[in-house]
């Protein structure tokens, strides 16, 4: 599988610091951008097309929902939040890869990562038998 290529979506640094931290173990991820509001993410996305966002849900100005739904790009995102119970239903919508609780688990990135694989995966499959 392909380097697949991450960006992280959060208002606060030290989120966004901690998670490029423990993705920096997936050498099969690379992050290529960050961004604190969703402004800064809309013009990343179309800058460097990744291949997942680690997206926070509540930003400054407009939310992570906001974002998506303004959106004709295709991407995977995991969410990151510290309302689980607030925004887990309306999350479902977006059919997320994985909903991560702030802090974030080192035990639970790498489920979600191993959930983003095999969506990946299983794509690749699917296309190649095409």
């Known amino acids: 599988m392909d380097q697949l290529k991450a960006l992280i979506v959060d208002d ?20 290529v951008g960050e961004a604190a509001n969703v402004d800064n993410a809309f013009q990343l996305v179309s800058k460097l097309k990744p291949d997942v966002v680690f997206l926070d849900i509540y930003l400054p100005g407009q939310s992570g929902f906001d974002f998506l739904d303004n959106l ?8 990151i939040s510290s309302f ?28 979600a990562i191993q959930k983003l694989h095999e969506i990946y995966r299983l794509n690749q499959e699917s296309t190649n038998n095409i």
């Open 72 to 79: 004709d790009v295709e991407f995977k995102v995991i969410f």
């Open 12 to 31: 606060m640094r030290l989120i966004r610091t901690e998670l490029r931290h423990l993705l920096s173990e997936y050498p099969d991820i690379k992050v």
């Open 84 to 111: 689980y119970d607030k925004y887990s239903e309306e999350a479902q919508k977006y059919k997320p890869v994985d909903f991560l609780m702030k802090p974030i688990n080192k035990q639970k990135l790498s489920k």
